[in-house]
């Protein structure tokens, strides 16, 4: 690898072991075995290599999140085990990378004060809602439909978004994933069935 990929590589490391706030130019090109000016030079500033190890380490996660869901024949696996899977999953990686975690609520924070960061932030929260849907319903991003995307897919980043937080901020009373689980299947009683929109 060069210079660049290794700085890239070197983010990622850091993000997971320190977070976004308390990783430095040094702890970067420490890790990378570069000086601090390799960081200026190939991504012109600290935030804008740690925005884009953070975003390619979202992507990892939900390629890894894709793989984790689908049912696995040989196991005898349904998609509701498989979902109850998924879950397991989540609340176990909460558990085992909070500054990692952490560091997409601090992203979110840095957006509001750089316009340029708020707007690329939007797309990938955009870009994530289709991308849910389509691990949600075993197809292709490209045939998610605009309605599965800002409903299955923005419903389900949200419920995620909000268990990670409340891992976060109490990891010792952290939701496990049978209490999620229960807690949508009670939603699902006062939600009801889908209206007729022909009436």
């Known amino acids: 690898m060069g210079n660049r990929e290794d700085l890239l590589a070197s ?12 990783t430095s130019v040094r702890d970067i090109a420490t890790a990378a075995g570069v000086s601090t000016a390799a960081i200026g030079y190939h991504y012109r500033s600290r935030e804008a ?24 024949p040989a196991s005898g696996d349904d998609t509701s085990r498989a979902y109850h899977h998924m879950w397991d999953g989540l609340v176990e990686q909460f558990a085992a990378h909070p500054d990692l975690w952490l560091a997409t609520v601090e992203l979110f924070l840095q957006a509001q004060r750089q316009p340029d960061l708020r707007t690329r932030l939007a797309e990938g929260v955009a870009e994530g809602w289709r991308g849910m849907a389509g691990i949600l319903q ?23 978004a909000g268990v990670m937080i409340q891992s976060l901020s109490d990891p010792a009373n952290a939701p496990t994933a049978d209490e999620v689980l229960e807690g949508l299947r009670a939603l699902g009683e006062l939600v009801g069935p889908q209206p007729d929109e022909t009436t």
């Open 11 to 22: 983010a990622k490391q850091c993000l997971r072991e320190k977070g976004y706030d308390r």
């Open 138 to 160: 075993s197809m292709p991003e490209n045939d998610v439909s605009e309605r599965s995307a800002r409903t299955l897919g923005m419903v389900q980043t949200a419920l995620m």
């Open 49 to 72: 290599l740690l925005t884009q190890a953070l975003f390619e380490l979202l992507d990892e996660w939900a390629d890894n999140l894709g793989r984790t869901l689908t049912p696995s």
